[in-house]
């Protein structure tokens, strides 16, 4: 079965440092990578996604990822962090014949100080 | 605007009775889910629907009941039998011809019920 795994559950930085969130997906076939976020009280939002080409991948409000399939991982990072950027973060996965199931992992807290 | 519409926002339900989450769509996706949020657990899923009147249970289905009369609905029943209802559910849709997710899935805003 699919697994999504994330290793922090909760990050505490500092405006202006570096992020990198972990994300280990469990499937062996063709997989689509999803990063998502939560904000406070909102709703979930896309902010990148994996299909196939290029493994490093560029969302939205200067976050990327990059698919490494030899490690099954699929981290999230952002060069300088900001305040608003405190919100919980979910990679999930949807494997190519699982009837379109998206696997969450078990989410990352991200709490930036200002 | 297209969307998915969860309501209501906040349910409280009484230990012992049976209450149904509504979500509607009118994205015309065939394929509908109902998730489960919990501090800590991230989405976990319920049931899904890739067609009308068909569905199949996800990772978490006790006490759960679903249907799938029309496309653009797909209501969840939250049944006395669910030990621990108290959580905060989602519901999203995406195109069947597009399992691999090359257009994303929509999010509902959610529902969070509370047994009081």
């Known amino acids: 079965a699919q697994s999504v795994s994330q290793h922090n559950h909760h990050v505490i930085l500092s405006e202006a440092a570096s992020l990198e969130l972990g994300c280990n997906y469990s499937?062996?076939?063709?997989?689509?990578l999803f990063w998502y976020v939560q904000y406070p009280g909102q709703h979930l939002q896309l902010l990148l996604k994996y299909f196939s080409g290029d493994p490093l991948v560029k969302g939205i409000k200067g976050f990327e990822a990059e698919f490494i399939k030899s490690k099954f991982s699929f981290n999230l990072r952002k060069p300088s962090v900001q305040w608003s950027d405190t919100a919980e973060y979910f990679c999930?996965?949807?494997?190519?014949?699982?009837?379109?199931?998206?696997?969450f992992g078990q989410g990352t807290e991200l709490s930036v100080k200002p | 605007d297209g969307g998915i519409t969860q309501s209501p926002k906040y349910l409280f339900r009484k230990e012992g009775q049976n209450v149904t989450l509504s979500c509607e769509q009118n994205?015309?996706?065939?394929?509908m889910y109902w998730y489960r949020q919990d501090p800590g657990q991230g989405l976990r899923l319920i049931y899904y629907?890739?067609?009308?009147?068909?569905?199949q249970k996800g990772d978490i289905a006790e006490g759960y009941s679903v249907s799938r009369e029309k496309k653009e609905s797909f209501p969840l029943t939250v049944t006395s039998a669910q030990k621990n209802p108290t959580a905060f559910y989602l519901c999203?849709?995406?195109?069947?011809?597009?399992?691999?997710?090359?257009?994303?899935?929509?999010f509902g805003s959610g529902t969070r019920l509370t047994v009081v």
């Open positions: 999203a849709s995406t195109n069947r011809g597009d399992f691999r997710g090359n257009y994303g899935y929509t």
């Open positions: 629907s890739q067609i009308v009147n068909d569905f």
């Open positions: 994205l015309n996706h065939d394929a």
């Open positions: 499937y062996g076939g063709t997989v689509n």
């Open positions: 999930a996965v949807a494997g190519g014949n699982q009837g379109g199931k998206l696997i």
